[in-house]
């Protein structure tokens, strides 16, 4: 069993910068790959970014250049960092953990940034 629990989520301006973090628990040791994710209002969860337990880093085209995904593994943690911030990422961001077995998440942080 995997624990993921997130913190960071406010309430910012645009243009502004915010951190996410990821607190992991539980069997770390299975895990080979960490995500987060965006649920807008009214929208589906989406995938923002992630990163493979060698450091591979993806990011889908809308955070390209403003965010950057990165872990500490002695610490069990990882983050989102967030620059640039605009209206649209407005939603609750989720944290996600792969094993070979089972998909895990976070319970959310809400960010919001009024236009």
């Known amino acids: 069993q995997v624990q993921l629990v997130e913190s960071g989520g406010d309430l910012m301006q645009p243009g502004g910068s915010l951190k996410l973090s990821c607190v992991i628990s539980g069997s770390v040791s299975s895990i080979f790959h960490e995500a987060w994710y965006r649920q807008a209002p009214g929208k589906q969860r989406e995938l923002l970014a992630s990163i493979t337990r060698d450091g591979r880093t993806e990011y889908t085209d809308s955070v390209k250049r403003r965010f950057t995904i990165s872990r500490d593994n002695g610490a069990n943690i990882f983050w989102l960092q967030m620059n640039s911030l605009r209206p649209e990422d407005t939603g609750v961001y989720y944290c996600?953990?792969?094993?070979?077995?089972?998909?895990?998440w976070g319970q959310g942080t809400q960010v919001v940034v009024p236009s």
């Open positions: 996600n953990a792969w094993t070979i077995t089972a998909n895990y």
